[in-house]
């Protein structure tokens, strides 16, 4: 997975009923594009960033392709 600064991230929930979470990558710590990356969650009442090791539930749409 690679990401860089601005792009959205999204993590599908692990339960039944939970809400996928969705966030913007606000700094990018590995090399390339690579994780671990600050993210920005947006999806509850409260914005919070975490770092974040993304695992295979993860997508990221990239910042230019947010239109479609």
């Known amino acids: 997975m690679q990401a860089t600064v601005g792009d959205q991230i ?22 390339a594009g690579s994780p671990p990356y600050v993210v920005r969650w947006s999806d509850n009442d409260h914005d919070h960033e975490t770092l974040v ?16």
């Open 10 to 31: 999204k993590v599908l929930g692990h339960r039944t009923g939970q809400p996928d979470r969705g966030g913007e990558v606000r700094e990018v710590r590995g090399s």
């Open 53 to 68: 090791f993304p695992g295979p539930d993860a997508t990221v749409q990239r910042a230019g392709d947010l239109s479609t």
